[in-house]
């Protein structure tokens, strides 16, 4: 069997100078190198990966997902800022507010929850070619359910709610993907990046048509630090339809695949049609981001006990930012789950 991938030609596009993390200005982290070292791997064993780019910005329903408001505020900062130019916002709003600003480049603050997701002219276009990447892919899986489908995208998107961005992401790429696969069937998301999945979990938080489980890190000290606690399980109809798993820096394999075996037993329990796995390789104990104490080697077995649910899967790439091993690492889960 032949993995599918379709890749975000236009991801280059969105490359912030740097980012403000923790009141300092450091490097990008989340850059196009991360991609290009995933490709560039993958494009080695053309027997088992079936590569394809996707060069469209199309994407039907977006308005389904993300709020108009959100959507107008990206056409117009995109109008706003020069080639060169690249924006990040200094004043937010907290609580929100009704009436947004007339300064453009304070309108962002309504919406960004950080400062370290920059805006540049083009970071739009390349967030609009990922989500379609994304679409695209999750109607290959309709189209065929054996399939096994991998979206290799940038800017990620599991931090970007309805009407809100921040941690790199700008819309919500598994949400998109979700959304249209809901329409045929129950979906889970199974989020394994380090950090949380605030943005999908607020998308889907009273929802019952997605089921949405996230393994962790910490959030009392890690990002996003103000959502993926444990009684967030959430609510109406979708009580009972959000599951936060916490993990420790500590962990190690062993104590994660004790943890990811409980949010599989936790899927396998539910009504489920289709998978989404947001993938982030973040967890691996090198990365600059994120960092726990798993080994490249581990996300081999996370691939092949995750297949075990015999589900149709769509892998849409989230965070990972050690250049040397991210490639390295997004490989291993592939062929693991290929078996």
């Given at each position: 069997m032949k993995i599918e991938v379709y890749f975000s030609v236009y991801h280059t596009l969105h490359n912030p100078p740097f980012e403000l993390s923790r009141g300092k200005q450091q490097e990008y982290f989340e850059n196009p190198q991360r991609l290009k070292n995933i490709l560039k791997i993958l494009e080695q064993d053309p027997e088992v990966f079936e590569i394809h780019p996707n060069f469209s910005?199309?994407?039907?329903?977006?308005?389904?997902?993300?709020?108009?408001?959100?959507?107008?505020?990206?056409?117009?900062?995109?109008?706003?800022?020069?080639?060169?130019?690249?924006?990040?916002?200094?004043?937010?709003?907290?609580?929100?507010?009704?009436?947004?600003?007339?300064?453009?480049?304070?309108?962002?603050?309504?919406?960004?929850?950080?400062?370290?997701?920059?805006?540049?002219?083009?970071?739009?276009?390349?967030?609009l070619n990922a989500a379609s990447t994304v679409v695209k892919a999750a109607r290959k899986i309709l189209t065929d359910k054996n399939k096994i489908v991998y979206a290799a995208v940038r800017p990620p998107g599991h931090h970007a709610g309805k009407d809100y961005f921040g941690g790199y992401c700008y819309l919500n790429n598994s949400a998109l993907g979700a959304h249209v696969l809901s329409k045929k069937g129950r979906v889970a998301i199974l989020d394994i990046d380090y950090h949380h999945g605030n943005g999908t979990q607020e998308i889907f938080f009273d929802s019952d048509r997605v089921f949405f489980v996230s393994l962790h890190a910490n959030p009392a000290y890690a990002f996003p630090y103000f959502?993926?606690?444990?009684?967030?399980?959430?609510?109406?109809?979708?009580?009972?339809?959000?599951?936060?798993?916490?993990?420790?820096?500590?962990?190690?394999?062993?104590?994660?695949?004790?943890?990811?075996?409980?949010?599989?037993?936790?899927?396998?329990?539910?009504?489920?049609?289709?998978?989404?796995?947001?993938?982030?390789?973040?967890?691996?104990?090198?990365?600059?981001?994120?960092?726990?104490?798993?080994?490249?080697?581990?996300?081999?077995?996370?691939?092949?006990?995750?297949?075990?649910?015999?589900?149709?899967?769509?892998?849409?790439?989230?965070?990972?930012?050690?250049?040397?091993?991210?490639?390295?690492?997004?490989?291993?889960?592939?062929?693991?789950?290929?078996?």
């Open positions: 910005t199309n994407v039907p329903n977006i308005k389904e997902v993300h709020s108009e408001k959100l959507l107008k505020f990206y056409a117009e900062i995109s109008k706003y800022l020069s080639d060169d130019d690249y924006h990040i916002p200094d004043t937010f709003a907290v609580p929100k507010i009704s009436l947004l600003p007339e300064d453009i480049t304070k309108r962002s603050g309504y919406f960004c929850f950080d400062s370290a997701t920059p805006i540049t002219r083009r970071t739009f276009s390349a967030s959502w993926g606690y444990p009684e967030e399980i959430g609510e109406g109809p979708g009580e009972g339809w959000n599951l936060n798993i916490v993990l420790e820096d500590d962990a190690d394999n062993r104590a994660y695949l004790q943890k990811l075996g409980y949010a599989l037993d936790a899927i396998s329990k539910k009504d489920i049609d289709y998978l989404i796995i947001s993938l982030g390789v973040d967890t691996l104990f090198s990365d600059p981001v994120g960092g726990m104490m798993l080994t490249e080697h581990i996300f081999e077995e996370m691939g092949r006990e995750i297949s075990k649910l015999k589900l149709p899967t769509l892998i849409v790439q989230e965070g990972g930012y050690d250049l040397t091993q991210v490639g390295k690492c997004v490989l291993n889960f592939l062929t693991g789950f290929l078996g």
